[in-house]
């Protein structure tokens, strides 16, 4: 079973379309994360949630808002999208303070 | 602010032959560390981490990492490498307190020739 299952896996838009990414997570874990890589390969934090409340939130453009209905779920929903955002978003959890981060296969999102 | 270098941003090695990638952190406190692949497409998988103890730690794959506090270094090493393991290599550095993340390395392609 997967740990942490993310979906859609690819998705190609257009500009100016709401588009979400969900993640679920079966590793009973309290904390959750969002992570861009951009195109050179570099990954940054975006999000984080501990038991459905937002503890991290880097500087990110409010058209991105984090859901989390329960501590096992964290969508990512992302309004009125435009072509900097094309991106591999990546989904991961962690249990316990300092514990491992992991990360779900990653949602390639390409914006036209 | 906690920063990772990984500074070489491709190596390429021949099959069989020995691998140490290299990455250097900054980080206020004890360090934990991680080392992160990643194949072509996919996601990421944990090579191994260092969290206290034993500064020699040993992951998967015939992976290993040595801790070197005194030169914020944790190298990423295998002995003989295969074909197969040519990835994207992510080294990270973390912390244990509060709800800490990762900071990532701008990683190392790894090509593995013939």
């Known amino acids: 079973d997967t740990a942490v299952s993310q979906t859609p896996k690819y998705l190609v838009t257009q500009m100016g379309n709401d588009k979400s990414i969900k993640c679920e997570q079966n590793l009973g874990h309290d904390t959750m994360y969002w992570y861009k890589q951009d195109s050179k390969k570099f990954l940054k934090i975006m999000f984080s949630y501990n038991n459905k409340e937002l503890i991290i939130n880097e500087t990110v453009p409010n058209r991105f808002s984090p859901k989390s209905p329960d501590k096992a779920h964290l969508n990512l929903h992302i309004n009125s999208l435009e072509l900097g955002d094309s991106a591999v978003y990546f989904c991961a959890s962690s249990g316990e303070v300092g514990n491992t981060i992991y990360f779900g296969e990653g949602s390639w999102l390409t914006v036209v | 602010a906690q920063s990772v270098t990984q500074p070489d941003i491709h190596i390429t090695v021949s099959e069989g032959a020995s691998l140490e990638l290299r990455c250097n952190y900054s980080?206020?406190?004890?360090?934990?560390l991680f080392w992160y692949v990643q194949s072509p497409g996919q996601g990421l998988q944990l090579l191994l981490k260092y969290f206290s103890g034993d500064t020699l730690v040993q992951g998967i794959k015939g992976f290993e990492a040595e801790f070197k506090r005194s030169q914020s270094s944790f190298n990423l090493r295998k002995p003989s490498v295969h074909w197969s393991d040519a990835a994207e290599y992510f080294c990270a550095v973390g912390g244990p307190s509060g709800y800490s993340t990762l900071t990532f390395g701008k990683g190392t392609m790894l090509l593995v020739s013939p």
């Open positions: 980080y206020g406190a004890t360090p934990y």
